[in-house]
């Protein structure tokens, strides 16, 4: 069974940093986008970063303090996070198109909190 994990969240102080990491698992044939969402209370689920084909892609409010890369080998997508502002607070799901001997669609993580402090 394919699942993604979301690790690295947690509470920063507004201009701190935070790494988050995603790690896919289960019997993966390949694996093709990989991105970032996240969702505050009350608002819809927004896409923060996505990467395909080695070309990242950035929703404006983070362009510049956001960055997102892939690490193939581990099956992880990684979201270094720096000049956190309280606007940043939300929980970040992980997603990816993942092939595996059956099937191909789109996973998502379960979530992991980021919460930054003013």
């Known amino acids: 069974q394919v699942q993604l994990v979301e690790s690295g969240g947690g509470l920063v102080q507004a201009g701190g940093s935070l790494r988050l990491s995603c790690a896919a698992s289960?019997?993966?044939?390949?694996?093709?986008?990989m991105g970032w969402y996240r969702q505050a209370p009350g608002k819809e689920r927004e896409l923060v970063a996505a990467i395909n084909d080695g070309r990242p892609n950035y929703a404006d409010s983070v362009k510049g303090r956001f960055t997102i890369s892939r690490d193939n080998a581990k099956n992880t997508v990684y979201l270094q996070m720096n000049s956190l502002k309280p606007g940043d607070t939300a929980v970040y799901y992980c997603n990816a198109f993942i092939r595996t001997g059956s099937s191909n669609r789109l996973y998502w993580g379960q979530g992991t909190q980021v919460t930054v402090s003013s």
């Open positions: 289960g019997s993966i044939f390949s694996i093709n986008a």
